[in-house]
């Protein structure tokens, strides 16, 4: 049995680098002031990784996301597998037509010949007064473009794992790291290995309600288990970790065993992912459902700055519990 060690996603991100940048000449790192004389990017994830590889691995990069991804896009294109850090996940909008126009359709729009193996780091997340321009969850803007896959991981395994997946896949990857989840500290087997993109895990077993998250939102609703089961509801929480392309098979036999689901994220309610789960629920288990899915999310409107105000922006537990309430009504 592998040792297991005390991490937080943050060191996760970092051994999941050490490891790949060890294992591949070819993986290579972009960014701003990711580099250890500019201290290894904001929330040091990169820390160690240009005095151990070289600074001609680990590029610095001005400030410049439109530059950095079409380098990462060029460098992919040219046979290697770039990792390129746009450090806030509101500064993708920059460079969304090089993300959208170039690196999810170069292998369509070749026949198949011109891969783009590129890895996006981006933070975000609310909770922290970084307010409207530096904290949403824009998951389901890349998960309705073809071409690329998204993943959200919640806990410092599944950062390390995944992570090590999307540098391997032949294709774009937006790896989200959420702030909320950054800090939590988990176990990590020493020996961890990629773990595959698209498959869901089982993050608490339950008979009664199906909630479907992914993120931050995953800690939220495990927060809320102790309110729950002191109600006599026994929730699943099924943690997607992949948010594009979703594992459909283990949320529709989660849904298929307990009649019931929430569908819960960080990200604005209205037009979010949620509803293409929900809407994929009701097609595959209509008569199965004993009730109608209930999609959670922030209201319409930017991430406030105060604190008041941003905490009841995000989905509490308290609404997690109150939803489960309700279907069980």
């Known amino acids: 049995m592998s040792e297991m060690l005390k991490m937080n996603a943050i060191q996760a991100i970092n051994a999941a680098m050490m490891d790949a940048m060890a294992a591949d000449p070819k993986v290579l790192v972009l960014g701003e002031d990711i580099a250890d004389p500019e201290g290894g990017g904001v929330t040091g994830t990169m820390r160690g990784l240009s005095t151990k590889f070289g600074e001609h691995r680990v590029r610095t990069t001005p400030i410049s996301e439109q530059a950095i991804i079409g380098a990462a896009i060029g460098a992919a294109l040219g046979g290697y597998k770039p990792v390129a850090e746009i450090m806030l996940m509101n500064f993708t909008t920059v460079c969304m037509d090089m993300i959208f126009n170039h690196a999810a359709k170069l292998r369509f729009m070749s026949g198949g010949q011109s891969a783009v193996p590129i890895t996006i780091r981006t933070l975000t997340g609310a909770g922290w007064q970084t307010a409207g321009q530096h904290a949403d969850h824009l998951e389901g803007w890349f998960a309705h473009a073809a071409g690329i896959k998204v993943v959200a991981p919640s806990n410092p395994a599944d950062y390390k794992g995944l992570l090590m997946s999307c540098i ?87 849904v298929a065993k307990t009649g019931r689901a929430i569908v819960a994220h960080e990200a604005v309610r209205n037009f979010g992912p949620g509803a293409e789960i929900a809407a994929s629920i009701n097609e595959e288990l209509f008569t199965t459902l004993k009730k109608p899915v209930i999609r959670l999310g922030a209201p319409t409107c930017p991430v406030p700055f105060s604190k008041p105000l941003e905490d009841a922006f995000l989905v509490s537990p308290a609404q997690v519990v109150a939803a489960a309430k309700s279907l069980m009504a």
């Open 168 to 254: 391997q896949d032949p294709d774009p990857c937006i790896f989200i790291e959420s702030a909320g989840t950054l800090f939590v500290p988990g176990e990590v087997a020493a020996d961890q290995g990629p773990i595959p993109l698209g498959v869901a895990r089982v993050a608490n077993e339950g008979t009664d309600v199906t909630i479907v998250t992914w993120s931050s939102m995953v800690l939220r609703a495990q927060a809320a288990l102790p309110a729950l089961a002191e109600a006599g509801i026994s929730a699943e929480i099924i943690d997607l970790r992949t948010v594009s392309p979703w594992d459909r098979e283990a949320v529709f036999a989660s």
